[in-house]
């Protein structure tokens, strides 16, 4: 885990970081609606943790606080060709794979448009809410990879799932839900949408690098068909 205050905070039980329970990767649409609650509480629970001797915005690197200063850096930064690692000229795959840089920057540039709404929403998310990453012990649902934890607006986990499984209508189900309980969220819509351009185009980009062409198609017609599905909200 990459921030001690953070690490306090679940080993004290409030979210455990070594759960035990069935993988959820396969869950049938059925099931996941008679559970849905319990992903909804996941994200929630998450959110209550204080951040507030905290700074900034993105994934923790090591230390106690976030790397950017405001989430437009985040978002912006996160794209950055220049920065050092995996992704150093990662521009090159617009030459050598699935993503094209008129997509890329259509989307990116959607996600910047939203990118305001997002601003000074801080709390701790998981980042990385793929099915394939939680568990359930039958009540409550559980995250197994703790390792891209950060701080960002918690629409980011809910994203994350809606991408990995589209048809489970995540948003939709969490706009009615949070209607039928009379729980406020400024701005859903602007929200969701900024965070999951932003993941959409992040994952898109890690399997064009890996030349996973299925993925890509899937994620493309994702990313393509949510200002249609926002706004029927």
Known sequence: MKNTLIVQNLSNGIIPTNPQG???NDISLADFDKSFEQYVNLVFEMSKID????IGYGEFWGNE?????SFKEFLIETFNPNNEGYWKNWHKLFETSFIKREYFEKIFNLALKYSDY?????????NSTFFCNMTSDGNRIYCTD???IGIMDYFMDFAIMDLHKPFFFVPE?????TKNKGINIPNFKERFLCMAYFKGIDTLRWHASINDIISCESITRSINDLDRRMSLL
């Open 22 to 24: 069935e993988s959820v």
């Open 146 to 148: 703790w390792s891209r």
């Open 118 to 126: 997002c601003e000074g929403n801080r709390y701790l998310v998981n």
């Open 51 to 54: 951040v507030s001797t905290t």
């Open 173 to 177: 189900k969490l706009y009615e839900y």
């Open 65 to 69: 606080n976030a790397p950017y200063g």
